[in-house]
Nanobody, 124 residues
Framework: VQLQASGGGLVQAGGSLTLSCAAS????????VGWFRQAPGKEREFVAA???????YYANSMKGRFTVSRDDAKNTVYLQMNSLRPEDTAVYYC???????????????????WGQGTQVTVSS
C-alpha cells in the first residue's frame, strides 16, 4: 500500500489545519493508521492513531486539540488539528499497519507502511 500525506502549510498560532492520508494499492480496510511528527533535531513522535474498529488514540499533548478520523469511501484518514501552537511545527507523517497492537501504536518501527511527510509550520 502506498500512502500520500497532504494538507500541511503555514498557519498562525491558534489556527487549524486538516491533514489527509490517502491510500492506494489497497483500501484502508482493517489497517491501523497512525500519525507521527518530527521536528528538526528531534525523534519522530506519536501524534494519534485510528484503528480499523473506530478506536482512536492520542498523545497526551494532542488530546482535545487533534482529531483523527477516516472516510472509507474516500480511502482517506484525516487529522484535524485545532488550536495549533508553534511547538506543533514539524513534518507530519502517516503510517499504516495491518496487525499492530495497541501497546505498540506509539512506536514508529512497528508500522509497515509510511507516506512521505507534509510540513506544518505554526507561526507565533
Amino acid at each position: 500500500v502506498q500512502l500520500q500525506a497532504s494538507g500541511g502549510g503555514l498557519v498562525q498560532a491558534g489556527g487549524s489545519l486538516t491533514l489527509s492520508c490517502a491510500a492506494s494499492g489497497r483500501t484502508f480496510g482493517r489497517l491501523t493508521v497512525g500519525w507521527f511528527r518530527q521536528a528538526p533535531g528531534k525523534e519522530r513522535e506519536f501524534v494519534a492513531a485510528d484503528k480499523w474498529n473506530d478506536r482512536t488514540y492520542y498523545a497526551n499533548s494532542m488530546k482535545g486539540r487533534f482529531t483523527v478520523s477516516r472516510d472509507d469511501a474516500k480511502n482517506t484518514v484525516y487529522l484535524q488539528m485545532n488550536s495549533l501552537r508553534p511547538e506543533d511545527t514539524a513534518v507530519y507523517y502517516c503510517a499504516a499497519d495491518p496487525s499492530i497492537i495497541v501497546s505498540s501504536l506509539r512506536i514508529p518501527s512497528q508500522y509497515d507502511y509510511w507516506g512521505q511527510g507534509t510540513q506544518v509550520t505554526v507561526s507565533s
